[in-house]
Every structure is written in structure tokens, then in C-alpha cells.
């Protein structure tokens, strides 16, 4: 398994919460010469003590086999600085309101990156009375889509999922929008800021 904690991670998250390994230790009821072994790399926390060492290390057991601990640093809750993450495995569609760690299907997925829409991702954008109309001239196929188009706001989101076989295009109320997103399920996420 190579996403199992290791000892350079403990040892980063002891030390960042200002704790001794004798102080670790009592903690999660092992020696201080176990936590010794594991920041050293000579040995591994045995599973059962997973959920009780990241406790003791103020994190999720997700955060603590990934290695990291992830800090929401939008605490303001500003919507542009959202993330989206799509499931390669099921379509499931995640959105986070910052920095996150979102795992689906049994697996950690990555913020997608936006890009820049290119041609064959082109956002068009009308307004009709007080709507953005917004469409994707993309095929729709089953193979080939455009999954859903998002209309991002520093107060909000408004999502539309899209299917395949049917049109790539969305209403959404022109509320202070900043940007449209729309994901591809091949080439990923584009968008355009207004």
C-alpha cells in the first residue's frame, strides 16, 4: 500500500501540534519507542491505532493516510474560490466552497484545474430579460459531453447537470455571476470570467 502513514508525516504533525512522542504515546496508549520506530521509519502504526493517532493528531484518518492535513483557508466562504471534483469512476459531481480532501468510489480525487475554453469548448453566454443563457456547442453523445455548466458568484453556485443526447445549455439568474464553468468528460473543466 503506498498511501500507508508514514513516519516523516507523523512526526510533521507531532511536532506541529507541539507534542513529545511521550506525550504522543500516552496519548494512543502505545510506548513512546513505538512512536520512536515509526517516525523513524523502522515500523508501521498497526491499523486499529489509525482512527485514535489521528485524533491525537487533531486530523481526520483520510488526512493522516494522505499524508497531509488540509486547513480550509477560505474562511471568508469567497464562492470564486470553489472547487469542483468529478469521480472518474461513477460521474458523482463534488463541489467544495475551498480546500478540501473529497475522496468517491474508494479513491482521493483532485480539484479539477480550469482551463481557458478553446474552440472546441467555447462558453457562449446571451442574456434573456433576466437570465444568462448559456450554451456549449459540444457534441452530446454518449461517449463524448459536456457533464454539467456552473455559474459561480462570490455569494453562490448554481449547478445544472447536463446528460448526454441532450443539449448543452443552462439558465441561470444574473445574480453578481464572475465566471461560467463547464466540464468535459474527456478533456476536463473550462471556463470564462466575466
Known sequence: MDKYVTGAVIRKLREGRKMTQEELAQKIFVSSKAVSK???????????????????????????????????????????KSRFYVCPVC?????????????????????????TADDGHLIHKEISEDE????????MTKEHYIS?????????VQFVKLYPEGNAEARFRINRVDKFSAYCNRHGLFQIKL
Open 38 to 80: 515509526w517516525e523513524t521509519g523502522q515500523g508501521f502504526p498497526d491499523i486499529s491505532l489509525l482512527e485514535p493517532l489521528a485524533q491525537a493528531l487533531g486530523i481526520s484518518v483520510i488526512e493522516l493516510l494522505n499524508g497531509e492535513d488540509i486547513r480550509n483557508l477560505n474562511r471568508s466562504s469567497d464562492m470564486t
Open 148 to 156: 454539467f455548466i456552473a455559474a459561480v458568484s462570490d455569494d453562490g
Open 91 to 115: 460521474g458523482n459531481v463534488i463541489f467544495a466552497s475551498g480546500e478540501a480532501l473529497v475522496g468517491c468510489c474508494g479513491i482521493t480525487l483532485p480539484p479539477l484545474e480550469a482551463e
Open 132 to 139: 444568462y443563457y448559456v450554451t456549449v456547442n459540444h457534441p
